[in-house]
């Protein structure tokens, strides 16, 4: 079997800052595609494998103004035929520095990453100015972004970054399942992973001195422009056996998993490097069940598992390049994080119609990502990812199925959950070492920590081709951490957000035209129009109200002649803080197969 996925896309995401100044945000445009293949084979009549093969390619940028490469730049900006550097930017004419100015120049990415190079400035959009018109470029001079007074919206101005990520990979997946006798089915198999990750991050620049002179990136040895390519692969293998004793069901398995980053490890204080060691773990895993009535039995199970940090925690930052305040290192030489994990639970049929099942579960989560944060001297001072803390997620969840009759079904949960942990990003760190505060060195709730989670699934189905779905789910707040005026008055995550409710509805019905068969869906997220309080103010824990306006002035009446001023309420109170309002989404679907 082939199987061939594309996803392509272009989108603008939200950001109230710049409500006012849409333009100046970042476009974003993604390109995926998978290729898989699949074979199944009987060996005997009791055993067969299935063998599979992947291939991944993922292209996204983030940019303001795309810029099409290659193109031609003729070097001599001012047509004087010399070659000049650009005073006070560290920028010479001479771009790939041969000593002559070159006309119709091609560049591409890999010039600009030897060299560095001017890039064109197409025409944003034309401005009338009373019987006249101006051509405003894509990138100008970010100086009217400086004097916007604080909690106020942007004006003028853009952003100046430019990302481009492409990822590729490689996946051979072999299973084999073996039904050796009556009593033992063996599953055994492999995984092997090869990994291409590249990553370009820049930044255009703008001359202050001269407006005529077009934005410029300056070459990967700058602080600001990473350009980098790392190979990781990983490999992992498995054998289980599941053992049927009489009424006693177990399964016993032990995995293997290897990672090796594929590249060196730089000191950040001597620059001397070594080879990464490869990261590999044995993991148990072991499962029991066994009947207590002859409509009930207890499950069990225990295990070990292996997780490597994101690629973006071994690799930004790969080449340690100092920035300012508090420089932030990749570590490719992380170690793995740890999780024991261990569930206990009851499944018991009521009666015909009615099922419960109890679960007991406790996570230990050993090695949890964090930063350590280094003070060399006044000059230098950084942080690089390593795991050292430590988090659990222990709780209890109770499920309901109830059938009524063959027409409607019924299922509810409940979980109660304690996720805690030393902190909950791996930057707390490097947030607090920026901020001069000091990191929580105690195990405190993790910003996804929610106590108290209920979900009921009502499906009624009257007709064979009708069917109709309600969902609604309720969970009580997250933690975060009070302040006052922007300073931590409280321990981390000491209080809580407001209660979340949201009811979904669903709905399809399959009708035949002739020989063919069609389907209509509807589907009406958050049918109430819930507005639940997503982010809050710090000082109040609220997302509809603040104590900023007692201590900050309202812009509007602090710059009553100064154009484009918006009011401080308007500001502060985001729609971005609520849950997404009630989506209706309906769609027709046609059967080929009909």
């Given at each position: 079997?082939?199987?061939l996925?594309?996803?392509f ?9 710049s ?6 945000r ?15 084979q009987?060996?005997?009549?009791k055993?067969y494998?299935?063998l599979k ?11 303001v ?7 031609n ?5 001012n ?14 004419e001479d771009?790939?520095q ?10 591409d990415w ?9 890039i064109?400035n197409?025409?944003?959009?034309t ?10 470029p894509?990138?100008v ?14 004006y003028?101005g ?27 089915l ?25 407006e005529?002179?077009?934005?410029f ?7 600001n422009?990473?350009?980098f ?7 992992s293998?498995?054998?289980q056996d599941?053992i049927?004793?009489?009424d ?7 995995r ?22 490869p990261?590999?773990q ?7 069940s ?6 009930g039995?207890?499950h ?39 999780t024991?994990m ?13 099922a419960?099942d ?5 996570r ?5 990502l ?9 000059t230098?001072?950084y942080?690089?990812?390593i795991?050292e803390d ?9 499920a ?17 959950q ?8 791996p ?7 920026l901020?001069n505060?000091?990191s ?9 920590d929610?106590?108290h ?9 009257p007709?064979?081709d ?5 969902l ?18 409280a ?5 809580r957000?407001?209660?979340?409710f ?16 069609f389907?209509?869906?509807?589907k ?6 819930t507005?639940?309080?997503?982010y ?34 308007e500001?502060?109170?985001?729609p971005?803080?609520?849950s997404?309002p ?7 679907s ?5």
């Open positions: 079997m082939y199987q996925i594309g996803d896309g272009e989108w603008q995401n939200y950001e109230h800052a409500m006012y100044a849409p333009d100046g970042y476009q974003y445009s993604s390109n995926d595609m998978m290729h898989a293949l699949h074979i199944t009987t060996i005997t009549e055993s494998f299935t093969y992947s291939y991944k390619t993922s292209h996204s940028e983030q940019y103004n795309k810029i099409d490469f290659p193109y730049l003729d070097e001599d900006l047509g004087n035929g010399v070659i000049d550097i650009i005073p006070g930017l560290n920028v010479s771009l790939n041969n000593g002559v100015l070159d006309s119709d120049l091609s560049i890999d010039f600009i990453n030897e060299y560095g190079a001017f064109p197409d025409t944003w959009y401005l009338g100015i009373g019987d006249s018109t101006v051509d405003v894509y990138y001079l970010d100086r009217h972004r400086t004097d916007v007074p604080a909690y106020h919206f942007t003028g853009q952003r100046m970054g430019y990302y481009i990520s492409e990822d590729k990979s490689h996946t051979v997946k072999f299973d084999y399942i073996s039904q050796v006798n009556r009593e033992n063996i599953r055994t198999g492999f995984e092997f992973n090869t990994y291409e990750r590249h990553r370009n991050s820049s930044v255009l620049q703008m001359s202050e001195q001269d005529t002179i077009p934005p990136i300056q070459n990967a040895g700058v602080s422009h990473d350009y390519t790392h190979k990781p692969y990983d490999f293998a498995y054998i599941k049927e004793v009489k006693i069901i177990i399964q016993a398995g032990l293997y998993d290897y990672f090796n980053a594929n590249t060196v490890n730089i000191d950040p204080l001597t620059s001397d490097t070594s080879d990464v060691t990261k590999h044995l993991s148990p895993r072991l499962g029991v066994f009947p207590i009535t002859d409509q039995f207890i069990f199970s225990y295990g070990h598992f292996f997780q490597m940090p994101s690629f973006y925690y071994l690799y930004t930052n790969p080449l340690l390049k100092r920035g300012a305040s508090v420089s932030r290192f990749g570590n490719p030489d992380i170690e793995p994080q740890k024991v261990y569930e206990l639970g009851l499944q018991q049929q009521l009666s015909s119609s009615t419960i109890l679960t007991i579960f406790y230990d989560i050993i090695n949890w964090s930063t350590e944060y280094n003070f060399v001297d006044n230098y001072k942080t690089r990812y795991t430590y988090g659990n997620v222990r709780g209890i969840t109770f309901l199925t109830q059938r009524g009759g063959q027409f409607l079904t019924f299922n509810a949960d409940y979980t109660y304690i996720a805690e942990g030393v902190a909950s990003s930057d707390a760190k490097y947030y607090d070492a901020n505060v000091e929580e060195t105690k195990v405190v709730p993790l910003d996804w929610v106590r989670t209920i979900n009921g699934n009502l499906t009624i189905t007709m064979k009708l069917g109709i779905g309600i609604g789910r309720f969970s009580t707040g997250k933690p975060y951490t009070p302040t006052v005026q922007g300073q931590r008055d321990e981390e995550n000491s209080d957000k407001l209660s979340e949201t009811v979904d509805f669903k709905a399809y019905k399959y009708f035949n035209l002739g020989s063919q068969r389907s209509v869906n509807l009406v997220y958050n049918l109430f129009d507005s639940n309080e997503r809050v103010f710090t000082d109040t824990g609220r997302s509809g109200y603040t104590l900023i306006p007692t201590y900050v002035g309202d812009p509007a009446e602090k710059y009553p002649d100064t154009e484009g001023i918006h009011s401080l309420e500001y502060l109170y985001s971005t803080n609520y997404n009630r989506q209706i989404l309906l769609s027709i046609w059967d080929f197969n009909s």
